[in-house]
């Protein structure tokens, strides 16, 4: 049976042969969702846990659906992804968390676009957001980075008529001119872009918008616009000497050395900042130049720029980082491999100038850091007076942030700009000022991980969608399956979730890290198995629902807060959440709505830690008058398919 749940008036399907909804209240879909932190982390909404728990069942194809469905950049995720999901998963609360990115890769190795496998196979594991429309529309989409692409390839399997527009030379965006080589495989992504070209999407090179095009012939010629054009524009420092040769944005050197153009980079090379691009400048310094054979003539990089493919680590590199180390905004799998690499981190070091000689960079001078943030956590450094100190080198790098440039747009555009100077969009549809012309991604909400953009182009797809043709989404329902109680042979009650650690994802021996030698490497069959194994099943949550009618309820007996390996089950009583909820006021239910506490001598309530919940399920097992409940939930068109990842529940 089917029952409304949600304001949206989504239908959540129950999976049981009784009439279990009699006389109880029906689960809140929000909070179900927000119980399953992965998935909910997950920009594009990734069933993470469902397709880690496949590859632990080793349904290998089975786990690429559900990996692939939702994100059009699945296998270029599977190396550069910057994993929220493992950010959000329970698992890092006993340990450490799910190696998800290092799976994801696994199953695309296997079934993705970097497989032996045909387009035409590969169709089949994609998601259709809609129908195709019955009258198809013309969309120009305006750059090839992970909105862009996202956006196309959504638009053409809606049917429309798709064409993308890119000033540089070859399609993929930053993801091509500012993520190296070594950790993004060219033809890998060239892959990614194919399978879009596949779909009918037809690419323009070498076309910049307001010099070859200008807006208003795309608004004549297209149904809709989408801007996608990102960040491509490095911040410059205002400091003395940041106009001295030798001086290079990261954005710049990291877009010259990807394209292969030739750039005049020192023996000593300084990076300023602390995020993921600056050691993606630093570690490539290092990698930038050098010989195989220590007898060999050193290139000249002005001339020869076959210098990109180094075989040593050469260049004194150093990072000069505001932060201290526990504040740095780089992923710990960035700081670990640049360590690794012999990139050096000068913390707590702030840039005061630059010092030249002869109009060339001679030395960086640092001053110490006294804080960076504020009280209210907001960027706000104070340097040290007097504390200056030195650094020499004959290049330095600025990796400090970009900004969008917006002059494509031309003058009268209509279009309006923030005051950081991105692209002003509706963040529910991603639609601009004028109409027709939507945008999402880096030039919308400044720079921002590459998922993220892949969200906002499915999103902007389908609103320029409704545009054209007017049409909207159903809510999709949600099933939920009641399951039987596990028991004390369920492998999470047994415990054996404590002895299974997180295993090391591989790299490449730091020797042969050259520029396009990938230090990633792809997770073995057994280790990705056993990885698997680690999943805590999220999305099957412990529901307590007493029923008068059905003799459910609470007796208070505490076997429930007496077995839970966890400690995460309280019984209270009402009176100690009385007083507490006049001390807290207002104290919230999980779907927000203000809890009301009666003043009762007897009256007790169950309080349970969701972020310590392993979904054991001894709890509803030892309960005498079933008041709970082990309950999973999915998406409609997961049902089947979560059912095989479940097999030990």
């Not at 199953?107 to 169709?123: H, L, N, Q």
């Not at 001053?367 to 504390?387: H, Y």
């Amino acid at each position: 049976m089917s029952r409304r749940l949600d304001q949206e008036n989504a239908p959540v399907i129950l999976d049981t042969a009784t009439d279990w909804w009699s006389g109880r209240d029906a689960q809140n879909p929000d909070y179900l969702k927000s119980n399953f932190p992965c998935r909910a982390a997950c920009p594009v909404g990734t069933n993470a846990g469902g397709y880690v728990s496949l590859i632990a069942q080793g349904r290998y194809e089975e786990a690429y659906l559900l990996a692939r469905s939702p994100n059009p950049l699945a296998s270029i995720c599977g190396r550069i992804c910057a994993h929220p999901c493992e950010s959000a998963c329970r698992r890092k609360d006993i340990d450490q968390p799910i190696a998800i990115r290092a799976l994801k890769r696994f199953v695309t190795e296997r079934f993705g676009v970097e497989s032996a496998r045909k387009f035409d196979e590969i169709d089949r594991s994609v998601e259709r957001p809609r129908p195709p429309a019955e009258k198809p529309g013309r969309v120009a989409v305006i750059g090839s980075g992970p909105a862009g692409l996202a956006c196309a390839h959504d638009l053409a399997l809606m049917g429309h008529h798709v064409e993308i527009f890119e000033a540089a030379p070859i399609a993929g965006g930053m993801m091509r001119l500012g993520i190296p080589e070594y950790r993004l495989p060219r033809d890998l992504l060239q892959a990614e872009v194919d399978y879009v070209a596949h779909l009918g999407v037809k690419f323009h090179f070498n076309c910049e918008i307001g010099r070859d095009v200008s807006m208003e012939d795309l608004l004549r010629k297209f149904g809709a616009v989408f801007i996608g054009a990102g960040c491509r524009k490095g911040r410059g420092l205002g400091i003395p000497g940041a106009e001295l040769k030798g001086v290079v944005t990261a954005v710049d050197f990291l877009l010259q050395a990807n394209l292969g153009i030739p750039t005049e980079i020192g023996e000593r090379v300084v990076v300023i900042g602390g995020g993921s691009v600056a050691y993606d400048a630093a570690r490539s310094a290092r990698r930038y130049g050098g010989t195989s054979e220590p007898d060999e003539e050193h290139h000249n990089l002005a001339i020869d720029a076959a210098t990109l493919a180094a075989k040593v680590l050469k260049r004194d590199v150093k990072m000069v980082v505001m932060e201290s180390r526990a504040e740095m905004p780089a992923d710990p799998q960035d700081i670990e491999e640049g360590h690794e690499e012999g990139v050096t981190v000068l913390n707590r070091r702030g840039p005061h100038a630059i010092i030249g000689k002869n109009g060339k960079v001679e030395a960086l001078q640092t001053l110490d850091v006294e804080r960076v943030f504020d009280e209210m956590k907001r960027f706000s450094p104070v340097m040290i007076p007097g504390t200056e100190k030195s650094i020499p080198c004959d290049t330095v790098i600025l990796a400090v942030g970009q900004v969008a440039d917006l002059e494509f747009l031309g003058d009268g555009h209509g279009i309006e700009v923030t005051p950081r100077r991105t692209v002003s969009v509706d963040t529910k549809t991603l639609a601009t000022s004028r109409p027709g012309v939507f945008a999402g991604g880096d030039v919308a909400f400044g720079p921002r991980v590459v998922i993220s953009a892949v969200a906002d182009g499915r999103l902007a797809a389908k609103s320029i969608d409704t545009y054209l043709t007017g049409r909207k989404d159903v809510p999709a329902p949600l099933r939920v399956r009641v399951f039987e109680t596990h028991g004390y042979d369920h492998p999470f009650a047994r415990g054996d979730y404590e002895a299974i650690s997180r295993r090391p994802v591989p790299k490449a021996e730091v020797h042969r890290r050259t520029m396009e030698e990938e230090v990633e490497l792809v997770i073995s069959e057994r280790e990705a198995r056993i990885e698997g194994e680690r999943c805590l099943h999220c999305w099957v949550n412990t529901i307590f629902d007493s029923s008068a009618m059905q003799g459910s309820e609470c007796i208070q007996c505490g076997g429930c807060v007496d077995v839970c390996p966890e400690e995460c089950i309280d019984l209270v009583s009402l009176l100690k959440l009385e007083q507490a909820e006049k001390a807290l006021s207002p104290m919230r239910l999980p779907n927000g709505a203000p809890l009301e506490v009666l003043n009762s001598s007897s009256g007790a309530m169950l309080l349970k830690d969701e972020t310590a919940c392993i979904r054991c399920g001894l709890c509803a097992r030892r309960c005498p008058v079933g008041l709970i409940t082990m309950q999973a939930f999915y998406r409609e068109g997961e049902y089947q398919i979560m059912q095989m990842a479940e097999h030990v529940l």
